[in-house]
């Protein structure tokens, strides 16, 4: 099949890479002439693990390519995919500008059927708008064609983009076409094998089933961070509560792992996004206000406790950060938790020592050049004369450390374990304070 691509991405890029892959000749179009001249010569411009590869296979075996040329990026495909940002606007609703600007190129260039698959994460009618616009660009240009507008919201997880791609869960369409079921069927064929992973429904629940999925593991995430700070103050060690729970098969030790918060690029703003799509149709959501407050506390429980633990002030203070991304496996720093740390330290008047195996680029292009913050090459360079330790992010790396050495290397034995990484008594018996989130050890 002929595939256009619209959005380079986490979700356009892999979308592309994976589908070349499986044997489909695939377009990918995007309006950053700097990312479609690094694709270009081969460069990916995002870390994703095993991407870089895929898109060089593909790109050689001369099924893979990039332009910023619209009207041929309308030509090339069929089944022309938006997988374009939708990012917060002002007041949380999802930004629509950039699924509809493609929404009338197509409009604008198209001369013959197209199938325009919706993947960026959209509130629900948006394919009705989408037909809308495509409609009154032809209007305009006088012409009448052929089309069809379905939605299959991506479920893929950065860090792991291509093992979701190419062996999700499910694969969601949402359209109420004969055809286009036959054609989606056809395009996904190649990761469809094993059994049948389709889910057909119609368009509306399609594009309610993502903000739905991210909401539920959102809750989950803010359920057991509530738990953990009663826990904390309980005199309790939620990680033996969460032991306790994930064994009843009704609950799952899936994704209850308490933490310093969500971040990313998709939980908070899907989750802001849904609670305005409620207010929007007259409903108060009140679970996703209280999921999205929970969040919002947690991720200011690192600079509380490290706060306490130098009676209050951090002014002249050094802090070593392990991990920047918002999860390991990534480079994106979207709405970290690391990033409310640091901005919190640094309103403190203290300093960042910080180390993240893949985003310290991320975090220059973020803060730029700072007199409060270096960025170390090693995880023991963060530490070098810092007055304590900070984990925000869970990378494997850090799950075995040395703990005397990283006593001996701080000027104050302090370590908050913002993931729970780390086992108490054995980082306790090196010397050093410890702590976590939700192990009863309220500071
Ligand atoms: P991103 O910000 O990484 O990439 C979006 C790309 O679209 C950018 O490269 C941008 O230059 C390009 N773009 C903007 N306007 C364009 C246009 N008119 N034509 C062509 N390209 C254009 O976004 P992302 O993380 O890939 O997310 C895309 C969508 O998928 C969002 O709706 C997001 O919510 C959803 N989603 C993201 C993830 C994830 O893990 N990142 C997972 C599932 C769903």
């Keep these: 099949m002929k595939i256009t691509v619209f959005g380079t991405g986490y979700v356009g890029l892999v979308t592309g890479a994976c589908l070349a892959d499986a044997g489909h000749d695939v377009l990918c179009v995007d309006v950053d002439p700097a990312k479609v001249?690094?694709?270009?010569?081969?460069?990916?411009?995002?870390?994703?693990p095993g991407l870089e590869a895929l898109v060089a296979r593909n790109r050689e075996e001369g099924r893979l390519g990039f332009t910023v040329d619209a009207a041929q990026g309308v030509a090339f495909g069929t089944m022309q995919f938006i997988a374009v940002g939708t990012p917060p606007d002002e007041d949380g609703s999802a930004d629509m500008q950039y699924v509809l600007s493609v929404a009338t190129t197509i409009?604008?260039?198209?001369?013959?059927?197209?199938?325009?698959v919706n993947?960026?994460?959209?509130?629900?009618?948006?394919?009705?708008?989408v037909r809308a616009t495509i409609i009154a660009e032809l209007a305009g240009r006088g012409v009448e064609h052929d089309f069809d507008v379905c939605s299959n919201p991506e479920f893929l997880k950065e860090g792991a983009a291509i093992e979701d791609f190419t062996r999700g869960a499910r694969i969601v369409v949402g359209t109420e076409s004969d055809k286009v079921r036959e054609l989606m069927r056809e395009c996904y064929a190649p990761y469809n094998w094993n059994h049948d992973k389709l889910i057909f429904m119609?368009?509306?629940?399609?594009?309610?089933?993502?903000?739905?999925?991210?909401?539920?593991?959102?809750?989950?995430?803010?359920?057991?961070?509530?738990?953990?700070n009663l826990a904390e103050r309980l005199g309790a060690d939620i990680e033996n509560v969460r032991l306790g729970i994930g064994s009843d098969p009704r609950i799952g030790y899936h994704f209850i792992y308490p933490g310093c918060g969500y971040g990313g690029s998709c939980f908070p703003k899907d989750v802001r996004a849904l609670e305005r799509i409620a207010h929007e149709v007259g409903y108060?959501?009140?679970?996703?206000?209280?999921?999205?407050?929970?969040?919002?506390?947690?991720?200011?429980?690192?600079?509380?406790?490290?706060?306490?633990?130098?009676?209050?002030?951090?002014?002249?203070?050094?802090?070593?950060?392990?991990?920047?991304?918002?999860?390991?496996?990534?480079?994106?720093?979207?709405?970290a938790p690391s990033r409310t740390l640091m901005e919190a330290v640094w309103a403190a008047g203290g300093h960042i020592q910080a180390y993240d195996p893949e985003a310290r680029d991320e975090c220059r292009r973020l803060y730029g050049d700072r007199n409060d913050l270096t960025l170390a090459e090693h995880r023991v360079d963060?530490?070098?004369?810092?007055?304590?330790?900070?984990?925000?992010?869970?990378?494997?790396?850090?799950?075995v450390a040395d703990f005397k050495a990283i006593r001996d290397a701080l000027r104050t034995p302090v370590m908050v374990d913002g993931r729970n990484i780390y086992e108490p008594d054995s980082v306790r018996a090196a010397g050093l304070l410890y702590f976590g989130v939700g192990r009863g050890d309220s500071v």
């Design 119 to 129: 993947k960026s994460t959209v509130p629900v009618g948006t394919a009705d708008r």
């Design 382 to 399: 963060a530490l070098d004369g810092a007055d304590a330790l900070v984990i925000c992010t869970e990378w494997k790396e850090f799950r």
């Design 107 to 116: 409009g604008r260039h198209m001369d013959g059927y197209k199938l325009v």
């Design 37 to 48: 001249e690094a694709l270009e010569r081969g460069v990916v411009p995002i870390f994703e």
């Design 202 to 228: 119609d368009v509306r629940s399609a594009e309610l089933t993502k903000y739905a999925a991210n909401a539920m593991l959102a809750t989950k995430i803010s359920f057991m961070n509530e738990m953990a």
């Design 284 to 335: 108060e959501a009140r679970m996703l206000s209280a999921v999205e407050a929970v969040n919002d506390h947690q991720k200011s429980t690192l600079f509380n406790k490290l706060s306490n633990a130098f009676d209050g002030d951090l002014n002249g203070k050094t802090i070593a950060v392990w991990g920047l991304a918002f999860k390991p496996n990534t480079d994106d720093m979207r709405e």
